[in-house]
């Protein structure tokens, strides 16, 4: 089906929007069908959207900030990334950020009252010396009760453990896209190896952040897939990312003319539908692909970023809290006591 023209399948997502029960679950074509909906369809589309986001998250737009605690030379070659092993992207590199830096940031969560403080490290594996590194300054930092959540590679189950016992809140690993696409995407580790480590977290009592990046060559089935699969693992936060495409990777010519902001909406609408308790974050490309229409985008999504997107910039903490407000929502003050 072509964006645009008037099928059966049309009607059908009319119907599916105007009768719409959130236990009822999309099957793989109707998912499909809705990021096929033509434009003047999108109105019901985000209306549908606004009702779940409204039930479940209010009015409330969490924000968080990221640090890259560790940055470049990883050994895997993830073709969006700036700090894969294959990247020729000038981006700095270093193996632990200062404490001055990663305190700093922990400090502008609590005192700015952010929803989170999330911590990226690059690379795949760590010796139990890094991860009992990194626990060391996450007690310090769980002083000032402000929520974490780190980005890391596959963990063991005993690094895991002791970042558990650290105090970490959450962990951000995410699918990126289908299980029949990653082979495409990188080949030094797997899909299922994502999805197993996500278990293993799950088991241990983690919070979980997992989610994708849309616009790398995918097909919308990919994102259908990539979206039930995350649906199965129900993640309390769902980063959806719009490829920004980095000189120096794999992806640096990736044609993003289809990355249009009504495409974009509606794969934050269907993330919004298939996977409706989760918070709904759109991730990096919100500058890009959503300028100048935040408050439709604050209908659907529930959190977003502060600051940059680990090697890419981003908007400051002011400006996201004041642009939230003239949108009529609110910067979440999440509680830091949970
Ligand atoms: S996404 Fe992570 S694992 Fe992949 S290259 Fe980048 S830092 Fe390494």
Same mark, same amino acid.
Do not use: W
């Given at each position: 089906?072509?964006?645009?023209?008037?099928?059966?399948?049309?009607?059908f997502i009319h119907t599916l929007l105007a009768d719409w029960d959130e236990e009822r679950s999309l099957s793989r074509e109707e998912a499909v069908a809705?990021?096929?909906?033509?434009?003047?369809? !999108?109105?019901?589309?985000?209306?549908?959207?606004?009702?779940?986001?409204?039930?479940?998250?209010?009015?409330?737009?969490?924000?968080?900030?990221?640090?890259?605690?560790?940055?470049?030379?990883?050994?895997?070659n993830c073709a969006y990334c700036a700090q894969s092993c294959e990247s020729h992207a000038p981006i700095e590199k270093y193996r632990r950020v200062s /404490?001055?830096?990663?305190?700093?940031?922990?400090?502008?969560?609590?005192?700015?009252?952010?929803?989170?403080?999330?911590?990226?490290?690059?690379?795949?594996?760590?010796?139990?010396?890094?991860?009992?590194?990194?626990?060391?300054?996450?007690?310090?930092?769980?002083?000032?009760?402000?929520?974490?959540?780190?980005?890391?590679?596959?963990?063991?189950?005993?690094?895991?453990? !002791?970042?558990?016992?650290?105090?970490?809140?959450?962990?951000?690993?995410?699918?990126?896209?289908?299980?029949?696409?990653?082979?495409?995407?990188?080949?030094?580790?797997?899909? /299922?190896?994502?999805?197993?480590?996500?278990?293993?977290?799950?088991?241990?009592?983690?919070?979980?952040?997992?989610?994708?990046?849309?616009?790398?060559?995918?097909?919308?089935?990919?994102?259908?897939?990539?979206?039930?699969?995350?649906?199965?693992?129900?993640?309390?936060?769902?980063?959806?990312?719009?490829?920004?495409?980095?000189?120096?990777?794999?992806?640096? /010519?990736?044609?993003?003319?289809?990355?249009?902001?009504?495409?974009? !909406?509606?794969?934050?609408?269907?993330?919004r539908l298939m996977i409706p308790k989760s918070d709904i974050r759109c991730a990096a490309g919100r500058e890009v692909y959503f300028k100048g229409i935040?408050?439709?985008?604050?209908?659907?999504?529930?959190?977003?970023?502060?600051?940059?997107?680990?090697?890419?910039?981003?908007?400051?903490?002011?400006?996201?809290?004041?642009?939230?407000?003239?949108?009529?929502?609110?910067?979440?003050?999440?509680?830091?006591?949970?």
């Open positions: 089906m072509k964006e645009g023209t008037v099928t059966m399948s049309d009607t809705i990021l096929d909906l033509p434009k003047e369809e !999108m109105e019901d589309l985000i209306s549908c959207a606004y009702a779940l986001r409204t039930k479940y998250k209010g009015k409330k737009v969490s924000v968080q900030l990221l640090t890259n605690v560790r940055s470049g030379n990883c050994s895997q /404490d001055e830096k990663l305190y700093g940031d922990n400090d502008l969560v609590d005192e700015k009252n952010l929803a989170r403080h999330c911590i990226g490290l690059s690379g795949i594996k760590f010796t139990d010396a890094e991860i009992e590194d990194l626990a060391e300054r996450i007690r310090i930092m769980k002083k000032k009760n402000t929520q974490i959540c780190c980005s890391i590679g596959f963990l063991t189950e005993k690094q895991a453990k !002791m970042l558990k016992e650290a105090g970490l809140d959450r962990i951000n690993h995410n699918l990126n896209s289908s299980r029949s696409f990653y082979p495409e995407i990188c080949s030094t580790h797997t899909y /299922d190896q994502r999805v197993n480590n996500i278990k293993m977290l799950q088991g241990l009592g983690f919070e979980i952040c997992s989610g994708g990046i849309i616009g790398m060559g995918e097909s919308k089935e990919d994102v259908v897939d990539m979206l039930m699969d995350l649906k199965a693992i129900s993640p309390e936060s769902v980063p959806i990312n719009f490829l920004l495409p980095i000189p120096g990777t794999r992806l640096a /010519d990736r044609d993003i003319s289809g990355l249009t902001p009504e495409y974009c !909406m509606k794969v934050l609408c269907l993330a935040e408050p439709e985008l604050f209908k659907v999504v529930d959190s977003i970023f502060a600051s940059g997107y680990l090697t890419a910039g981003g908007q400051g903490i002011d400006d996201t809290m004041k642009m939230i407000r003239d949108a009529g929502f609110t910067g979440e003050i999440e509680s830091t006591d949970e």
